[in-house]
């Protein structure tokens, strides 16, 4: 059939490449910059009716087990998320590696270098590493869907997870595709017959017995990338460079001016040592050009030592050691200057992200910060969302935000360390996402905190998706928890006052206890109940 090309965002490359590779379900958790994968499954799925599963999961290790399960009954599956998912996702991430998986099963991973989006700027090759299965890592939105291809019949092949790792400016720019197939083709991949279970239950016997089959593995891994047609190299001049995802953008656009650099580019991990010495060998100096940390750089280092060679990186202080590759720098270290910015070229005065006009989280806030001002130095722990800018003025109501679900531990550990009164905030979306655990603890525990789960039905922050967890499904919940003390308020300003006795009366008792602050985001593309009215979503820009 004939295909014409599309416009899409790296992120859409990597949905559709998995739609052409005969998923049967996609699995995730929203956040930047990888909500797009799953949203173009979703999206095309339904548009198409083809029969994909996909429902956003409550986290993202919950979204990895989904999809490992699904590889387990012989369907390839896809599951992506932000890299700080990983973290909660990395416990049967690398377990998985052992179990091996019989569907092809692939991990589609977000980092944010620059952090525009996100608690830190960690770099999923990291993970892919210690969990010593393949990882790809695209530099065009034509490769994303390729390398999407790719990866599921590698993950095949090998019996092991295939990590596709992207970055934010790839992820979310665009730029045109030509896939093989149509746009609703969607060529089922037959399941496959069901593994020994034996290789799946990793109780120590069968656990070492796989994690040999794991290392063993690991030479098969080295040819494999070491002969990888994108893994490239070509030797030219005494000048080197080693480049990768969108780092190789910068060099393709330097050589037809600059034939004289050599240069490995690498695509596929583990990284093609045998290449990159070989361009060692060659040359007396190396840049180093890969978003995220010094990764191959390190590895070059520590590998192969490059005695004698003049390296250049991240780890040099030739390029910043943190934030995106930026093409100016880049030209700074190679000695070959930066372009001059127009004289017109004006910088944007950066303004920081404010709640919306009417947001309920700003009427939550405003209470809290009244219901506490009595108070010398209230603990006021909070979690990520867009209730995270109730940080700035005038609310100044959160003073932690560390990771998804930790407000409530905290404030727990807080409370338990002598700090008096203890408040915390957490989105009902964060509060499904890890919240029940510690909660469950502090009422088990007879801690004495304030929990306001700040229920606006949605999952605002990241783009509006559903939640999981609102209304009276939370209300239920919190009473199957244990929690005795639990009242509902109304954000809104005309409840102001009440809410501020209801809040300051919460902090004087003894106990665990919860307010549910229940009150539509005003984008929300549901109402989380009948009870609330609904628009279309834009988020403030912060964490997410
Ligand atoms: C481990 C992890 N996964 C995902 C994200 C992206 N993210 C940030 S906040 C958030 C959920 C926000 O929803 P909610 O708690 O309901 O608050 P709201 O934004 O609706 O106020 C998500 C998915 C993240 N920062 N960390
Ligand atoms: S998107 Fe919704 S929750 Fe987020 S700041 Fe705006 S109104 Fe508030």
Redesign the pocket.
Known sequence: MDTAELLLLGDEAVGLGAIHAGIAGAFS????PATEIFETVERLASAYSLPIWCRWSP??KVAYEEALGMSYAGRRALVS??H??L??AADPFVNSALTGVNGGLVLACGDDPGMHS??NEQDSRWLAEFAKVPCLEPASQQEAYELTLEAFELSERLGLPVMLRLTTRLAHTRSNVLPRLSLGEWPQAPARPLPDPNDWTLVPTNARRRFRRLLSLQPQLDAWSDAHALNALRLSGPRGIVACGLGWNVVAELLPEHPEFSWCRVVAYPPPIAKIRQLADHCDELLFLEEGYPWLESRALGLLGLRGKRVMGRTTGDLCADGELVPEQVLSALGLGAPSRSAEATEAVPRPPVLCRGCP?ADTFRAIAEATAPFESPGLFS?????TLGAFPPYRAVKSCV??GASIAMAHGAARGGLRPVLCT??????A?SGIGPLLSAIQTRADITVVI?D?G?????GAQQ?LLTGDALLRLLHGLGAEDVTVIEPLPKNHSENVRILREALERPGVSVIVAHRS?IHAKEPPCGRCTSREAT?PEG??
């Open positions: 958790y929203p956040g930047t986290n993202e998320m932000k700080v998912g973290n909660v996100s608690q989280h979690d990520i969302g867009c209730y990771d998804m957490i989105g009902d979306s964060t509060f996402h700040l606006n949605t999952v605002a922050m990241t939640t985001c988020p964490s997410a």
